[in-house]
């Protein structure tokens, strides 16, 4: 597709940005609006989806047709059949009259479908009938109705998942999911991040009638570490607040900061203030990734070793010892050292809970033998020695902020002879 074709669809819809990711997600939709498929788009709320649905159907044969955007969570499970597929009167209680469903008013229009995984298991059924033969019965009826409607899904969640939890209908999983559109959070989408700004800064500045606001370069760095959870929607809300508040247009990265939750940063522990608390547990998850990949070298560098030793020619054993490799890495297979191994211990990091505390120990001792292990070794030693005096030399305490099992705190005072 020619680049200018998509850039006289993003003029035309309003679109900010130029990012592979989006531009991909746009040339699908271009390609696939003309056809009467079925579209699934996935992407996380405020990314843009909506805005998708409108291309889809504004570049497709039944642009003169109706176009619908239903937000399926919106609807109380109790009247969501009677909404999509209309009812009869006297079907329920309080249906003084009858009522056309959306999928019968939107005939040779649109549906768009927002929250999919929200439909009840009973309206999946009838809405996966509608998109198989075109046919549906409102609710207290028995007539069967013919309608022709292209439906434009999209979800915020995983359906795959909501199939595995028996949420979702797995044939009406792959009956939408013929053409997935993904549309990128905004935290994939690099400097757009920037044009969007600047693109609503200019609208908000008209709108209040006042000075646009202008980014310095420590606000761009600022905006860049931010994770946007709420992806565009939040930008914009983020700039009309800032438009509004902000007398000083010129935006410092302080200003930037004040308005970009901590805790969403990109790398919160970079933003978390200075406590002797949080730069523990930062150093402490810094030197568990440095022990990690240096495993992992060592692994390769073996492996590769052994390959060169034996004449480039790939072994049974070589494979089989790539394997136990990999599998030693695995939390579950790890096996506690007696306690007189004086060898280094490393705790893999139990993310969720504490189930692992006692068992995820590895011994690397014999992989760490050049300097930078040394120095590495020197670290963790100060590590904790920080810890036990932040924590008055309680164990407990000092091997909960380092993140690692009391049982392996103590083996490394031993060690260490801290
Ligand atoms: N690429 C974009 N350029 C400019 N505005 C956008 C873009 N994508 C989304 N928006 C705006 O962001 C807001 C959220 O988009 P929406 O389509 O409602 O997201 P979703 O449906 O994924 O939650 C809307 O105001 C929309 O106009
Ligand atoms: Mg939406």
Redesign the pocket.
């Known amino acids: 597709m020619n680049e200018s074709e998509i850039l006289r669809i ?1 003029q035309r819809f ?4 130029n990012s592979p990711l ?1 531009n991909h997600a746009l040339e699908v939709a271009i390609q696939v609006a003309p056809t009467d498929m079925t579209v699934l ?1 996935t ?12 291309i889809i159907h504004q570049l497709s044969a039944r642009k003169h047709g109706a176009f619908i955007a239903v937000n399926c969570g919106a609807i109380p499970e109790g009247t969501i059949d009677s909404e999509l597929f209309g009812h009869e009167k006297g079907s329920f209680t309080g249906a003084h009259d009858a009522r056309k469903g959306y999928f019968e008013v939107t005939n040779k229009g649109t549906i768009f479908l ?1 929250e999919i995984a929200e439909l009840p298991l009973s309206t999946q059924a009838r809405l996966l009938r509608v998109l198989e033969v075109g046919e549906f019965i409102k609710v207290g009826s028995s007539k069967v109705q013919k309608t022709d409607v292209r439906v434009v899904a ?1 979800t ?1 969640v995983s359906l795959e998942d909501a199939v595995h939890k028996g949420k979702f209908r797995e044939d009406l999983y792959y009956r939408l999911n013929t053409v997935p559109i993904f ?1 990128p959070p905004l935290r994939q989408r690099g400097s ?1 991040i920037e044009l ?1 700004f600047r ?2 800064a200019s609208d908000f500045s008209e709108k209040y009638k006042t000075k646009p606001l202008k980014l310095s370069h420590e606000a761009i760095e600022v905006l860049l570490d931010f994770d946007f959870p709420g ?3 939040q ?2 809300n983020i700039v009309e607040q800032m438009s509004v508040l902000e007398l000083e247009k010129e935006i410092s990265g302080e200003v930037m900061m004040k308005y970009l939750p901590v805790s969403r940063s990109k790398h919160p522990v970079l933003y978390q203030g200075n406590t002797e608390k949080e730069s523990i547990s930062e150093r402490d998850l810094l030197y568990k990734v440095l022990f990690d990949l240096k495993r992992d070298v060592t692994d390769l560098k073996k492996l590769v070793g052994d390959i060169i030793e034996s004449g480039g020619d790939v072994h049974p054993h070589l494979i089989d010892e790539h394997k136990r490799l990999l599998s030693e890495n695995t939390i579950g297979q790890i096996k506690e050292k007696e306690d007189n191994d004086s060898s280094l211990v490393i705790d893999v990091p139990a993310r969720e809970s504490d189930t692992y505390d006692e068992e995820p120990i590895e011994d690397i001792s014999h992989e760490l033998e050049d300097d930078d292990s040394l120095s590495i070794e020197k670290k963790e030693k100060e590590l904790i020695i920080k810890a036990l005096r932040k924590n008055n030399n309680k164990r407990k305490y000092a091997a909960r902020d380092l993140g690692i099992s009391e049982r392996t705190l103590y083996r490394k005072i031993k060690q260490y002879d801290v």
């Open positions: 993003k309003g679109i900010i940005g989006l788009i992407g996380e709320s405020g990314s843009g989806k909506e805005s998708f649905s409108k927002d999209a915020n549309v757009d969007l693109k609503f992806n565009i929607r930008l914009k």
